[in-house]
């Protein structure tokens, strides 16, 4: 009978060994870390990975991720410096690094995007309303960054949080303004493409009036040297002609009619009317192209007539 009691014990102090051993064992993983609280008061921070030991029933164990956290933060309007209104779509990456702090201040990590959320667009504000437009989206927006995430960063000390990074993804006019810049510039860009094509046109009609002017300049020239060269050649060809007339005017004479015959009777229908005995055609009846000579004959008197010369027959048609 004492044996069966005493085993009965030692079986229950086994079993409440090994719930109180089990009670004062927890395991911290490489991407956490751990806050113990005893009756509702931090104790101490493990951020050590593997097997650690605390006080059983009484402790209590709070894992905080200790990896880098996103904060997705939904698109703002700002309104920079020139009174231009923007839309500003940032994110940053934060870690937390005193997790009694985080404990202390904020306790979730909900609420923390929550209470980073409202940091981050009041930096915003601050940071890109000193700023132009222009310094936002092009010049500056590297060093506006810097300057937003150093702000945010500081404000969230306060609850054990670094801030690694803050980005700008996307930073743009709102939809009717942009709109109203794109049909701006397009404005602008066509006034100036009629500019370039004005110009353009000018500069043609220049070049053009400037090719006509030197070819009508080309082409007086050249006609004014085409009639000197014609004169010259015929002063050079009256030259000619009278120093071959001057050594034998007969010859000359010749050659000047056989060549107004071969210009003249060519087979076309050129036709003349002209006398047999005209001087155009002298030399068809004398090669020396003198007129002939006819020979005197008397009037013989008819018989029983009065003496009178009878008149030639004219001559047949040829």
């Known amino acids: 009978m004492k044996t069966g ?3 009965i014990v030692a079986l229950i102090v086994l079993l409440v060994a090994i719930i109180v051993g089990w009670s004062s064992l927890f395991t911290v993983r490489q991407t956490e870390q751990v806050l113990l609280v005893r009756l509702g008061e931090p104790v101490r921070v493990v951020t050590e990975p593997g097997l ?7 402790d209590t164990v709070i894992s905080i991720d200790k990896r880098i956290l996103d ?11 020139d009174q231009k209104r923007l839309v500003v779509d940032a994110f940053a990456r934060y870690r937390i690094n005193n997790a009694l702090r985080f404990y202390q201040s904020i306790g979730s990590i909900p609420a923390a995007n929550i209470q980073l959320t409202t940091l981050l667009n009041s930096a915003l504000r601050r940071v890109l309303g000193e700023v132009t437009f222009i310094q936002v989206v092009r010049d500056e927006r590297e060093g506006l960054m810097q300057r937003i995430r150093a702000q945010l960063d500081r404000e969230a000390e306060g609850y054990g949080i670094q801030v690694i990074d803050v980005r700008i ?3 743009d006019l709102p939809e009717q303004n942009s709109q109203a810049v794109y049909q701006r510039m397009q404005t602008e860009r066509q006034r100036e493409a009629a500019e370039f094509r004005a110009q353009g046109a000018q500069k043609a009609q220049e070049i053009r009036s400037r090719a006509d002017r030197e070819a009508t300049v ?3 020239e050249a006609n004014s040297q085409a009639e000197e060269i014609r004169g010259s050649g015929d002063a050079e060809r009256n030259r000619l002609f009278a120093a071959a007339y001057g050594k034998d005017p007969e010859f000359f004479s010749f050659y000047r009619s056989m060549t107004a015959y071969d210009q003249s009777l060519k ?11 005209s001087e155009f055609f002298r030399f068809f ?7 002939a000579i006819r020979p005197a004959t008397a009037a013989a008197p008819a ?3 009065t003496g009178q010369a009878m008149p030639e027959p004219a001559a047949a048609p040829r």
């Open 303 to 305: 018989p029983g007539g």
């Open 218 to 220: 080309i082409v007086a």
């Open 169 to 171: 993804r996307r930073a």
């Open 71 to 81: 904060l997705e933060n939904p698109s703002q309007e700002v309104i920079a410096s």
């Open 285 to 291: 009846a004398n090669s020396s192209g003198r007129p």
């Open 52 to 58: 650690h030991f605390k006080a059983p029933f009484i």
């Open 267 to 277: 087979s076309s229908d050129t036709r003349f009317l002209l006398r047999p005995d």
């Open 5 to 7: 009691i005493a085993g």
